[in-house]
Antibody, heavy 121, light 111 residues
Framework: QVQLVESGGGVVQSGTSLRLSCAASGFTFRNYGMHWVRQAPGKGLEWVAVIWYDGSDKKYADSVKGRFTISRDNSKNTLNLQMDSLRAEDTTVYYC??????????????WGQGTLVTVSS | QSVLTQPPSVSGAPGQRVTISCTGSSSNIGAGYDVHWYQQLPGTAPKVLIFRNTNRPSGVPDRFSGSKSGTSASLAITGLQAGDEADYYCQSYDSSLSGCVFGTGTKVTVL
């Protein structure tokens, strides 16, 4: 079955960087676009970024544009999120999600369990 | 602030029918973009409940149904059960924001 395991979360200082990773298994990773979606404690879901199945295109939410970079390594079935210039409002759980369908009408089919990032000021 | 508005909470007795609205605008739902619905049980990751407006993934009971009209969409839950207590989110695409958008979320309580 599909497994998405996020890692790399933790507590960091405001202004610093962190890199999240997501190890995918149980499906043909290179055939799927992938999302990052985040959720602040007790709050709603917020879309962060999407990357095409082959990495040829990427889209970002305005709130992270210019600070976050989504990437993937199809040879290692891994999705990444490089987060720079972190702010207190980036404190959330980050979910790795498979993107089923063609942009922009696809949906999040399978979700990881999430990794918590805490940015302290 | 999300561009898709949902009621903060809805409630119903076991066996009843409840509906959750997702109100958008001409740059998202009204523009014809698909709406998807997710269920998030307490302490767990979200799970897709309805995709492309009306479709249920395998394993999702037919008690859950989706519809879309104009600038809004709705999720209906019939035969409400205690296990349906969760947060529910709609999701679509917004052309003004050039990105995916989620609804504000609705907490369903079974009385």
């Amino acid at each position: 079955q599909v497994q998405l395991v996020e890692s790399g979360g933790g507590v960091v200082q405001s202004g610093t960087s962190l890199r999240l990773s997501c190890a995918a298994s149980g499906f043909t990773f290179r055939n799927y676009g992938m999302h990052w979606v985040r959720q602040a404690p007790g709050k709603g879901l917020e879309w962060v970024a999407v990357i095409w199945y082959d990495g040829s295109d990427k889209k970002y939410a305005d709130s992270v544009k210019g600070r976050f970079t989504i990437s993937r390594d199809n040879s290692k079935n891994t999705l990444n999120l490089q987060m720079d210039s972190l702010r207190a409002e980036d404190t959330t759980v980050y979910y790795c999600v498979t993107y089923n369908g063609h942009w922009p009408n696809g949906f999040g089919e399978s979700w990881g369990q999430g990794t918590l990032v805490t940015v302290s000021s | 602030q999300s561009v898709l508005t949902q009621p903060p909470s809805v409630s119903g007795a076991p066996g009843q029918r409840v509906t959750i609205s997702c109100t958008g605008s001409s740059s998202n739902i009204g523009a014809g973009y698909d709406v998807h619905w997710y269920q998030q049980l307490p302490g767990t990751a979200p799970k897709v409940l309805i995709f492309r407006n009306t479709n249920r993934p395998s394993g999702v009971p037919d008690r859950f149904s989706g519809s879309k009209s104009g600038t809004s969409a709705s999720l209906a839950i019939t035969g409400l059960q205690a296990g349906d207590e969760a947060d529910y989110y709609c999701q679509s695409y917004d052309s003004s924001l050039s990105g995916c958008v989620f609804g504000t979320g609705t907490k369903v309580t079974v009385l």
